[in-house]
């Protein structure tokens, strides 16, 4: 079956630099999610979309933005990089209105940033 | 504010040992409740959920786990571990759409 694909699956930037992260969900699946893990850390949620709508966000800093697109992609821009943006970057997909919302999480993005 | 709690931040057993894996959360709404598996350099991977009915699920990989509304828990079990099992294991809760992770328990099975 189809999963989760995020791209790239490994990132190196510098500091001050742009980076941006690619997510495309499970076929039909209408609902993404981003997912910050820092090093040792459990997942944080950053910002999910609905329809190609923000429809929740969490910590995700001001420096980050993120869309959905008509094909349901989603993508993560993130500039002026930090040192601590150095993470793994989770994206997860559901189907709205199934059941109770189940999310299934791509491989992931690991970024470090130098 | 809501979150989730794993009681044991490493785990070391020997092969066949039992395991239980201990997680509280603090929501008062319905809660839909998860387990996930991270092993070494991997994605996260669902192991078990919990929606509503019989408070004993079953998931992968012999896993099981109980949820007691009472309690506020919702803890993992497996009666004989494996080797294989070596992962960071997450608890997570569905708060209106997104979840809430616990702080991970790291399981090292020596074999």
């Known amino acids: 079956a189809a999963g989760v694909i995020q791209s790239p699956r490994h990132l190196i930037k510098e500091k001050r630099e742009t980076a941006t992260l690619k997510c495309y969900p499970i076929?039909?699946?209408?609902?993404v999610y981003w997912y910050q893990q820092g090093p040792g850390q459990d997942p944080q949620f950053l910002i999910s979309?609905?329809?190609?709508?923000?429809?929740d966000k969490g910590s995700i800093p001001d420096r980050f933005s993120a869309q959905q697109f008509s094909d349901y992609h989603s993508e993560l821009n993130m500039s002026s990089l930090e040192l601590g943006d150095s993470a793994l970057y989770f994206c997860?997909?559901?189907?709205?209105?199934?059941?109770?919302?189940?999310?299934?999480f791509g491989p992931g993005t690991r970024l470090t940033v130098t | 504010a809501q979150s989730v709690s794993q009681h044991n931040h490493h785990v070391i057993l020997s092969e066949a040992a039992s395991l239980e894996l201990g997680c509280n959360y603090s929501?008062?709404?319905?809660?839909?409740l998860f387990w996930y598996v991270q092993y070494p350099g991997q994605h996260l991977q669902l192991l078990l959920k919990?929606?509503?009915?019989?408070?004993l699920v079953k998931g992968i990989k012999g896993f099981e786990a109980e949820f007691i509304k009472s309690k506020f828990s919702f803890n993992l079990r497996k009666p004989s571990v494996q080797w294989s099992d070596t992962a960071e294991y997450f608890c997570?809760?569905?708060?209106?759409?997104?979840?809430?992770f616990g702080q991970g328990t790291e399981l090292s099975v020596k074999p």
């Open positions: 997860a997909s559901s189907l709205k209105g199934a059941k109770q919302n189940e999310q299934y």
């Open positions: 076929p039909r699946h209408d609902t």
């Open positions: 979309f609905y329809e190609k709508m923000q429809s």
């Open positions: 929501y008062g709404g319905t809660v839909n």
């Open positions: 919990y929606f509503s009915g019989d408070p």
């Open positions: 997570a809760v569905n708060v209106v759409g997104k979840l809430i």
